[in-house]
């Protein structure tokens, strides 16, 4: 199995387009399903492996106290490996077709309320280069609503300030046109004037934000950052890269956005991912009308 592991994992990276992260999630799975394989001891080819075979696996997974989101995510790594397989013509059968995958407990995103947002926007409040960066970087996040991924690839060249807009790269290589809002664009002219040209010093390269050495900024350096500023305005929730993305979609929904142009800018494939937002704010408002309503 190993080598048609590897095709595999080639296939998602180069054709599919997606994201390292994605592709090295795809790895692990599959490299522990290959070792459950093996250690059977009955399966001598990619034919002998049957429905049963993963079953056993699942609840091998199961034993092991793996929760029902990692086992949900693991058969779904099989059963995309399987179909490749007989796509490609390695097996002439599919024996994930009629698996049962876990239904994974659905869980409503953490966001921000509009006063913790613009206490987080907030903390950078210094008129030094790196404070300029994080300020423009927080202000793009919540007005486009996108991956941190997507952020820290951003280059100069797809940020056009003047026309209110960015245009972002996302999965599988999907180009979408996010508009920007007065605030954000207002940081964003700030930074490339005073804060970019300080830090890329003698560096050339066409990323937007930069670390305080000029290079590309990482997604382990935006997330120090964020927990930085974070503490800085005193909100306690737990915050994630991702917060910022959910409040982005929230708010817009509360404020009577359309639930497409929502799924266009957030690049959803499919607008069930967009539908939680809407979940997400009949949730707050039970907890305004408990919390308010006097006969609630």
């Not at 929760?67 to 397989?85: C, D, K, Y």
């Not at 999907?174 to 970019?196: F, V």
Request: proline content about 3%.
């Amino acid at each position: 199995m190993e080598r048609e592991r590897n095709e595999f994992l080639d296939y998602i990276n180069a054709e599919r387009g997606l994201a390292h992260n994605t592709v090295q999630s795809y790895e692990r799975d599959l490299k522990q399903y290959e070792h459950f394989v093996k250690r059977l001891g009955t399966v001598t080819s990619i034919d002998d492996i049957e429905k049963q075979t993963i079953e056993d696996f699942m609840y091998f997974l199961k034993e092991q106290g793996r929760a029902e989101t990692t086992i949900a995510r693991t058969v779904a790594s099989i059963r995309s490996f399987h179909q490749f397989l007989l796509r490609e013509n390695y097996t002439k059968k599919d024996p994930s077709i009629h698996l049962e995958i876990p239904k994974r407990e659905k869980r409503l995103p953490s966001i921000l309320t509009l006063k913790e947002v613009e206490a987080l926007l907030e903390a950078p409040s210094g008129k030094d280069e790196i404070s300029i960066r994080n300020r423009a970087m927080l202000e793009t996040l919540y007005a486009t609503g996108m991956r941190v991924s997507e952020l820290i690839n951003l280059t100069v060249a797809n940020t056009h300030v003047s026309m209110g807009f960015v245009r972002c790269i996302g999965k599988g290589k999907k180009e979408r046109i996010i508009p920007l809002g007065k605030e954000a664009a207002k940081a964003l002219q700030c930074y490339l004037e005073h804060g970019r040209r300080a830090l890329i010093k003698t560096n050339h390269h066409e990323f937007l934000f930069v670390n305080h050495r000029g290079n590309p900024l990482t997604r382990q350096g935006f997330w120090k950052i964020l927990k930085q500023l974070a503490s800085k305005a005193s909100i306690e929730k737990s915050l994630t890269p991702h917060t910022l993305r959910h409040s982005f979609a929230t708010h817009l929904i509360e404020n009577g956005a359309d639930l497409r142009a929502v799924q266009e800018m957030l690049g959803h494939e499919d607008i069930s991912t967009t539908q939680v937002y809407t979940q997400v704010t009949k949730a707050r408002m039970k907890d305004v009308y408990a919390q308010y309503h006097p006969r609630a």
